[in-house]
Each structure stands twice: as structure tokens, then as C-alpha cells.
């Protein structure tokens, strides 16, 4: 696990990062809610085709301590969830920001997001 942010993110007060590559989001959660959760053993994620709405939850990250929600950051299309990181969720620990990420949405509109030193701020680094 890593303290740095990714300059090149966008991150939510719900504690995702998002990296947009024309109308495609890629969604992951950040090392701090990583960190908080503690060791993740079951992530249940949209499948393909489903629809997300901003700020809706879509779908839950279970780990030893506790069980999260996964918010949506944007409305859109699930394109492809990571079945890699489902089979294996102690990816999310090990990568957040690489192997780690969970979500491929295809959005109409680019969310409003925090960017890396907001999201800094937010969680007091």
C-alpha cells in the first residue's frame, strides 16, 4: 500500500478514484478506504450492461472488519466489471490504483470530481 494519490484521478468524497478515457470512467476505490476496510475477501460488483446513477450504490466490498458500499460517481453503463479482482479481491489491498480497479462505465456526462490534493485534504494527508 502507497500514501501517494495519483495526480492524473479524479476522486469522490465516497472514497473512489476515477480515470476517464473519452467516455469510458474506470472505477476503483482509494488506498485510504482500502486501508480502512482492511483486509477485502468478496467484492459483489454490476454486471455488464447494468445501468449506475450518481451516487447510487452498486454494489458492496466485504473484508474482515466491516462490509462497504460501492458508490457510483457517474450515471452510466457498466461496460466491464473486473472479474480478475472478483476472483481475487485482496487485489484491492495489494493494487488499488492498477490491477485493483473494479468497474469500466461508459458515461454521457463527465462527473464533477475532487482532484487529488482536495481528496488529500478531505481524508487529512
Known amino acids: 500500500m502507497t500514501d501517494a ?3 492524473d484521478l479524479g476522486y469522490t468524497a465516497e472514497h473512489e478514484w476515477v480515470r476517464i478515457d473519452g467516455d ?3 472505477i476503483g476505490i482509494t488506498d485510504y478506504a482500502a486501508q480502512q476496510l482492511g483486509d477485502i475477501v468478496y467484492l459483489d460488483l454490476p454486471d455488464e450492461g447494468a445501468d449506475v446513477s450518481s451516487g447510487a450504490v452498486v454494489g458492496e466490498i466485504e473484508s474482515t472488519k466491516s462490509v462497504g458500499e ?4 457517474l450515471d ?8 480478475d479482482a472478483e476472483a481475487a479481491p485482496e487485489t484491492v489491498n495489494g493494487d488499488p490504483y492498477g490491477a485493483g480497479w473494479l468497474l469500466k462505465v461508459r458515461f454521457a456526462e463527465q462527473p464533477a470530481l475532487l482532484t487529488a490534493a482536495e481528496y488529500a485534504a478531505l481524508i487529512g494527508r
Open 5 to 7: 494519490l495519483p495526480d
Open 24 to 26: 469510458t470512467a474506470t
Open 70 to 73: 460501492l458508490f457510483s460517481p
Open 76 to 83: 452510466g453503463t457498466v461496460l466491464e466489471k473486473n472479474a
